[in-house]
């Protein structure tokens, strides 16, 4: 399985575009990269997934270079409902997959 | 209405009597999983399962039983000898034939006394 790294927590404020990495320097060609946002006491939600380049939807886009090695979720103007946990997961989405969470990214939005 | 459910939100319990938690889904999910969450880390898996009558160890099953006799639910039971059960629990569902997202229950507080 891919491991993957991301920053433990980002600060932010009202409006502003956020910009969160997740590097995964193993991942295989099968493997699909998909983020995923917690509130506290909640369990995760699914934002967005994506192979290669980029994807966006109504809440946010992912930016995946080339060489896949990495991935930025991008949310543009934050709210403070914003604030959360978000993680990124790397796995090939059948039914051998353990779907393994990391530590993920805390996001603090302030007004 | 489709989705995941667990019960209860919140358990107590004293230490060293088992104890279990449901996890119901009617999405038609092969795939449920159990984490656990402790304050301010990431999920942990506890158990898998991809199909019926099967699961899997994940990274830290022990002190944790498991198991899968009908498609819809996956309840699991914290055993005495998980030393610090005290947490919260989340199960998972995922439809594993295709490249879809997993969906949460709500969890499971449990505090033990």
């Known amino acids: 399985l891919a491991k993957t790294t991301q920053p433990i927590s980002m600060d932010s404020y009202e409006g502003q575009e956020v910009n969160i990495t997740c590097s995964h320097n193993n991942i295989a060609t099968n493997d699909y990269i998909t983020w995923y946002q917690q509130f506290p006491s909640q369990g995760p939600r699914f934002i967005i997934q994506?192979?290669?380049t980029k994807v966006t939807n109504e809440v946010a886009s992912l930016f995946i270079p080339a060489d896949r090695k990495s991935s930025t979720l991008s949310l543009p103007r934050v709210s403070l409902s914003d604030t959360a946990v978000y993680y990124c997961?790397?796995?090939?989405?059948?039914?051998?997959?353990?779907?393994?969470f990391g530590g993920g990214t805390r996001l603090m939005v302030k007004p | 209405d489709g989705g995941i459910t667990q019960s209860p939100k919140y358990l107590f319990r004293k230490e060293g009597q088992n104890v279990t938690l449901s996890c119901e889904q009617n999405?038609?999910?092969?795939?449920m999983y159990w984490y656990r969450q402790d304050p301010g880390q990431g999920l942990r898996l506890i158990y898998y399962s991809q199909i019926v009558n099967d699961f899997q160890k994940g990274d830290i099953a022990e002190g944790y039983s498991v198991s899968r006799e009908k498609k819809e639910s996956f309840p699991l039971t914290v055993t005495s000898a998980q030393k610090n059960p005290t947490a919260f629990y989340l199960c998972a569902s995922r439809d594993a034939t295709v490249n879809t997202e997993a969906f949460f229950g709500q969890g499971t507080r449990l505090t033990v006394v």
């Open positions: 994506g192979y290669k």
């Open positions: 997961l790397v796995g090939d989405n059948n039914a051998g997959n353990m779907l393994t």
């Open positions: 999405l038609n999910h092969d795939a």
